[in-house]
């Protein structure tokens, strides 16, 4: 069984920051790529920045040069530094792994259970 949790979420004023963790646990053989997502009310859920187990990176155009993502590989754990943060930033974040199971030949896709980031005044 792998789980991927989520921490870091809350209420922050206009430029504000925050950073997000997903520690992935469980029965892991190996973790591909792992991102963050988020979904606006009534909108899409949209990939906000991804990085590969070798580190390379990417991000949505509107986070880029704001969000950092990075992961400790040792932990099994994602970040997500959001910085400069904007009320078009609000949303549910979550967390995305392609993780191969112990005693399994396949990655699967896991989510976390999402962590609420409301950016206000």
């Known amino acids: 069984q792998v789980q991927l949790v989520e921490s870091g979420g809350g209420l922050v004023q206009p430029g504000g920051s925050l950073r997000l963790s997903c520690a992935a646990s469980?029965?892991?053989?190996?973790?591909?790529?792992m991102a963050w997502y988020r979904q606006a009310p009534g909108k899409q859920r949209e990939l906000v920045a991804a990085?590969?187990?070798?580190?390379?990176?990417n991000y949505a155009d509107s986070v880029k040069g704001r969000f950092t993502i990075s992961r400790d590989n040792a932990k099994n754990t994602v970040y997500l530094q959001m910085n400069s943060l904007k009320p078009a930033d609000t949303a549910v974040y979550y967390c995305?792994?392609?993780?191969?199971?112990?005693?399994?030949?396949?990655?699967?896709?896991?989510w976390g259970q999402g962590t609420q980031v409301t950016v206000s005044s």
């Open positions: 995305n792994a392609i993780v191969q199971p112990t005693a399994e030949w396949v990655h699967r896709d896991y």
């Open positions: 469980g029965s892991i053989l190996h973790i591909g790529t």
């Open positions: 990085v590969t187990s070798g580190g390379d990176t």
